[in-house]
């Protein structure tokens, strides 16, 4: 009580919450601001909600501020910050690996719509990657003969969670082609299956 910011506070800090102050002095609002202040145990984050505090003619002679301390949140943000940076960038990696292997890779919804397709897998039917997401085989008009079975094997997988492997033959105009695909669940983190991707060579 009876001190100013300056004598609790480094210079720069105190030069921030006073700048604060004054403007909602200037807008005669209530204002939010983020402000790090250093403590005992060392710098903090608070989140201060301030206002200004009129007397009886109207005019504005205080400005009352309550600070929440976030620093444990504002860490959390930010290694959640770093966390998604890396996977956005291992996702990049995953995509161009993806995109250069010969192997055919899809990914699918319960709705047995294409999330996700790599160059070979789509080149396989004639079409880009970006032809078929959010597509179902029936709509591109895909063979049945080979998405039949291979939807209803994606179905077990939806349901009972576990990996399916298994070969596929069907006839091409110039004879027959056969291949093995392996049909791995994707869950989240109460164990449900939320996508499954297939891998085909």
């Known amino acids: 009580i009876g001190k100013t910011a300056y004598h609790c506070f480094t210079k720069s800090e105190a030069d921030q919450k006073t700048a604060n102050d004054e403007l909602v002095v200037k807008d005669g609002g209530a204002r939010q601001f983020e402000e790090v202040v250093t403590m005992e145990d060392g710098v903090h984050t608070l989140l201060s909600e301030k206002f200004p505090v009129r007397d009886e003619t109207g005019e504005i002679n205080a400005v009352c501020g309550i600070s929440t301390d976030i620093t444990s949140r504002k860490a959390y943000e930010e290694k ?7 996977i956005q960038q291992q996702g990049r990696t995953l995509e161009t690996v993806l995109s250069a292997s010969p192997n055919i890779v899809y990914m699918f919804d319960n709705q047995g719509r294409f999330l996700y397709a790599n160059q070979s897998g789509a080149e396989n039917f004639g079409v880009r990657p970006v032809d078929i997401i959010g597509k179902t085989w029936k709509t591109l008009n895909f063979k049945n003969d080979v998405f039949v079975p291979l939807m209803g094997q994606l179905s077990q997988v939806f349901k009972a969670g576990k990996t399916i492997r298994d070969n596929l033959s069907f ?9 093995a695909y392996t049909l791995i669940p994707i869950m989240d983190i109460r164990g449900r299956v939320v996508n499954v991707i297939a891998y085909v060579n």
């Open 171 to 179: 006839l091409t105009p110039d004879g027959g082609q056969e291949f």
């Open 80 to 86: 959640l910050c770093k966390l998604s940076s890396q």
